[in-house]
């Protein structure tokens, strides 16, 4: 099985058996792991399918097919990080070409935004996504790039992939979503008129925390081979064995992704009814402010959450000493459950201001729900709730 459209076989498929016993050499049924950084010239003049590992890489190449399938593209790119990802499509810009980009979005993303803009390698403006009149006052500007996150990263705000396409589309910006948080599993941005779909494949799509990866998945075949050529340009593609290790973490996304997005529901449930916790930041949750979004444009909830702690940053210290099962760490995604706190974390370099702007208060903490046992997982944060 290689290949997946419309009429082909479902994703949960594609994902476990893409490229599954298509080994011409030895019909091995794990597809092979090709690490040669070049290939053989069968005679002068006489180039086979691949010549140097930057340009294209067979194990690479599997991964940007399955992908591609999983959500829907023409094409993909695989690079060496999900902020590689991003720089391809922003490193491409015209030096006046302007990027609309969410003012909650994931910290690295600002940082790389406003150094490139810094440099006078673009331009940047960040919009609150949600208020689609802001967003229209933006685009009166020609933005040539629209970068959409949803949901946000920390606050889990959702915003309305097909809406802000068609509005980016009517002012001529290609429109890039980051879907990291959820994973195909869970929303197709392309299916809702999306141009790109941006992945650090280090989060769910690899899956074990034990690669850092990123892809971009083109909706158009020109864009996807505009993409191709600029990865070779620049150089930001990703390693063979990290493709290898993504490919196989892949096989288990579909049942992954259900499983700990059931967790993070009733871990949701009971941090919202506990009351050392004064507020829960969930999609799943029907008080989410964008509930009927994620519902609407999202195949499940998806398996991060935030909550605010009642009373001071003192709470958040002895949460994290005492909580069991999360361990304190950045990143998301994996099979095991994380415990981050933005603010002096992964949104440490936004700075308080721009923090303050998103809601990113001093007492949020962020989880990512993994795969262990529910009531382990709920015991553990008791342990941690109790301390506060
Ligand atoms: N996009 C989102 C939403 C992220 O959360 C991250 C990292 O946490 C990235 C992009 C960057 O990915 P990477 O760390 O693989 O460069």
């Given at each position: 099985m290689t290949d997946g459209d419309a009429d082909g076989p479902e994703?949960?498929?594609?994902?476990?058996?893409?490229?599954?016993?298509?080994?011409?050499?030895?019909?091995?049924?794990v597809p092979p792991l090709y690490l040669s950084s070049t290939y053989a010239f069968a005679g002068y003049e006489q180039q086979g399918p691949y010549d140097y590992?930057?340009?294209?890489?067979?194990?690479?190449?599997?991964?940007?097919?399955?992908?591609?399938?999983?959500?829907?593209?023409?094409?993909?790119?695989?690079?060496?990080?999900?902020?590689?990802?991003?720089?391809?499509?922003?490193?491409?810009?015209?030096?006046?070409?302007?990027?609309?980009?969410p003012h909650d979005c994931y910290g690295g993303t600002m940082r790389l935004l406003k150094a490139r803009?810094?440099?006078?390698?673009?331009?940047?403006?960040?919009?609150?996504?949600?208020?689609?009149?802001?967003?229209?006052?933006?685009?009166?500007?020609?933005?040539?790039?629209?970068?959409?996150?949803?949901?946000?990263?920390?606050m889990m705000r959702v915003v309305d992939i097909a809406a802000l396409a068609a509005l980016a589309h009517e002012a001529e910006a290609k429109v890039a979503v980051d879907n990291t948080f959820l994973s195909p599993a869970c929303q197709r941005p392309l299916e809702l008129g999306a141009d790109l779909a941006i992945h650090s494949t280090t989060k769910y799509l690899n899956g074990h925390s034990d690669i850092v990866g990123g892809a971009v998945i083109a909706a158009d075949p020109g864009q996807a081979e505009e993409l191709a050529y600029w990865s070779n340009a620049v150089g930001s593609c990703g390693a063979p064995f990290d493709a290898w290790l993504t490919l196989r973490g892949l096989r288990t996304l579909y049942p992954r992704?259900?499983?700990?997005?059931?967790?993070?529901?009733?871990?949701?449930?009971?941090?919202?009814?506990?009351?050392?916790?004064?507020?829960?930041y969930y999609p799943g949750l029907e008080s989410h402010d964008t509930h009927g979004i994620a519902r609407r444009q999202q195949k499940g909830f998806g398996a991060m959450l935030s909550f605010e702690l009642e009373g001071g940053v003192d709470k958040v210290r002895r949460f994290i000493e005492a909580v069991k099962f999360f361990t304190l760490a950045e990143s998301l995604g994996g099979v095991e459950s994380l415990v981050s706190h933005p603010a002096t974390m992964t949104h440490a370099d936004m700075g308080e201001e721009a923090r303050g702007r998103a809601g990113i208060k001093e007492t949020l903490l962020r989880l990512s729900v993994g795969l262990e046992a529910e009531s382990d997982l709920i015991a553990g944060l008791q342990c941690g709730l109790a301390a506060c």
């Amino acid at each position: 099985m290689t290949d997946g459209d419309a009429d082909g076989p479902e994703p949960e498929t594609i994902a476990s058996s893409y490229g599954v016993a298509s080994d011409p050499s030895y019909a091995a049924v794990v597809p092979p792991l090709y690490l040669s950084s070049t290939y053989a010239f069968a005679g002068y003049e006489q180039q086979g399918p691949y010549d140097y590992g930057r340009a294209g890489n067979p194990t690479r190449d599997m991964l940007a097919k399955a992908l591609a399938a999983l959500e829907g593209g023409a094409g993909a790119v695989i690079t060496s990080s999900g902020m590689a990802a991003i720089d391809l499509l922003v490193g491409r810009l015209r030096p006046n070409d302007l990027v609309l980009a969410p003012h909650d979005c994931y910290g690295g993303t600002m940082r790389l935004l406003k150094a490139r803009a810094g440099l006078g390698q673009l331009r940047v403006c960040f919009v609150d996504q949600g208020d689609m009149r802001e967003v229209g006052r933006a685009l009166e500007d020609r933005p040539a790039l629209m970068i959409v996150e949803t949901p946000s990263n920390p606050m889990m705000r959702v915003v309305d992939i097909a809406a802000l396409a068609a509005l980016a589309h009517e002012a001529e910006a290609k429109v890039a979503v980051d879907n990291t948080f959820l994973s195909p599993a869970c929303q197709r941005p392309l299916e809702l008129g999306a141009d790109l779909a941006i992945h650090s494949t280090t989060k769910y799509l690899n899956g074990h925390s034990d690669i850092v990866g990123g892809a971009v998945i083109a909706a158009d075949p020109g864009q996807a081979e505009e993409l191709a050529y600029w990865s070779n340009a620049v150089g930001s593609c990703g390693a063979p064995f990290d493709a290898w290790l993504t490919l196989r973490g892949l096989r288990t996304l579909y049942p992954r992704m259900r499983q700990q997005q059931a967790n993070a529901m009733s871990i949701a449930r009971y941090l919202a009814d506990h009351p050392a916790v004064s507020k829960v930041y969930y999609p799943g949750l029907e008080s989410h402010d964008t509930h009927g979004i994620a519902r609407r444009q999202q195949k499940g909830f998806g398996a991060m959450l935030s909550f605010e702690l009642e009373g001071g940053v003192d709470k958040v210290r002895r949460f994290i000493e005492a909580v069991k099962f999360f361990t304190l760490a950045e990143s998301l995604g994996g099979v095991e459950s994380l415990v981050s706190h933005p603010a002096t974390m992964t949104h440490a370099d936004m700075g308080e201001e721009a923090r303050g702007r998103a809601g990113i208060k001093e007492t949020l903490l962020r989880l990512s729900v993994g795969l262990e046992a529910e009531s382990d997982l709920i015991a553990g944060l008791q342990c941690g709730l109790a301390a506060c």
